[in-house]
């Protein structure tokens, strides 16, 4: 299973709730070998853009993901402009306002930002 397929295995799970930024990092974390319950608990108060609607938690996923993976600082400014430029904004209340004038629903846009931010740790890492 890759890091995407792991993510949305993630996003389905009923109990518990994995938000945006656990399952976008946790697939690079148990592929590295780390304990899946710290990371889910280190990225609990991250999603629905910090609890604030403020940046999205699947970019903050992406970017812990990118320091596990020990990326340099240019590779988190290059995620960051691909995910801007991809999604159309980085906080939560702007793509989640973008979404529900596309008349997205909330769960669906918010897999996509998931899938979108791993998939762009992969790029940028070399770890499809």
Excluded at 28 to 55: H, K, P, W
Excluded at 82 to 94: H, L, P
Excluded at 108 to 113: E, L, N, S, T, Y
Aim: with cysteine; net charge neutral; hydrophobic share 45%.
């Amino acid at each position: 299973m890759n890091h995407v397929e792991r993510a949305m295995e993630l996003r389905r799970t009923a109990s518990p709730h994995y938000n945006c930024c656990q399952a976008v990092v946790i697939p690079f974390a148990e592929s590295l070998g780390l304990d899946r319950e710290v990371i889910f608990r280190t990225a609990a108060q991250f999603g629905g853009g910090m609890r604030r609607a403020s940046v999205c938690g699947a970019v903050i996923g992406g970017l812990m993901a990118l320091g596990l993976l020990e990326a340099g600082d240019r590779t988190a400014v290059e995620f960051q402009r691909r995910f801007r430029e991809q999604a159309g904004a980085m906080d939560c209340a702007d793509l989640l306002r973008a979404a529900k004038e596309r008349g997205e629903e909330k769960k669906p846009h918010c897999d996509r930002m998931v899938a979108l931010a791993v998939g762009l740790v992969e790029a940028l890492t070399a770890w499809a």
